[in-house]
């Protein structure tokens, strides 16, 4: 089993930033994908950026550029820097990890882009 706990996320104006973090325990292995998702209200969820143990990233279209994902690996933490941030980037943003065995979800950190 793996927990996944995220930290974060709130309200910011738009063009601000904010940072979310998502710290794994449990059985980890040492090949994994960590990532986020998010699920903007009557939209199904969809995939924003994810990084793999060895630091290999890929990213949404629509964050590319404004999004980056990073993790330390000793603390098994997964972290998004989101700048720029547009209403449309208000959602659910969600903690995601893939081992061998199975893939784990995080409980979801609110992100409100307002002003």
């Known amino acids: 089993q793996v927990q996944l706990m995220e930290s974060g996320g709130g309200l910011v104006q738009p063009g601000g930033s904010l940072r979310l973090s998502c710290a794994a325990s449990?059985?980890?292995?040492?090949?994994?994908?960590m990532g986020w998702y998010r699920q903007a209200p009557g939209k199904e969820r969809e995939w924003v950026a994810t990084?793999?143990?060895?630091?290999?990233?890929n990213y949404a279209d629509s964050v590319n550029g404004r999004f980056t994902i990073s993790r330390d690996n000793a603390k098994n933490t997964v972290y998004l820097q989101m700048n720029s941030l547009k209403p449309e980037d208000t959602a659910v943003y969600y903690c995601?990890?893939?081992?061998?065995?199975?893939?784990?979800w995080g409980q979801g950190t609110q992100v409100t882009v307002s002003s």
């Open positions: 449990g059985r980890i292995l040492s090949f994994n994908r």
């Open positions: 995601n990890i893939l081992v061998v065995f199975g893939e784990y």
């Open positions: 990084i793999t143990n060895l630091g290999s990233r």
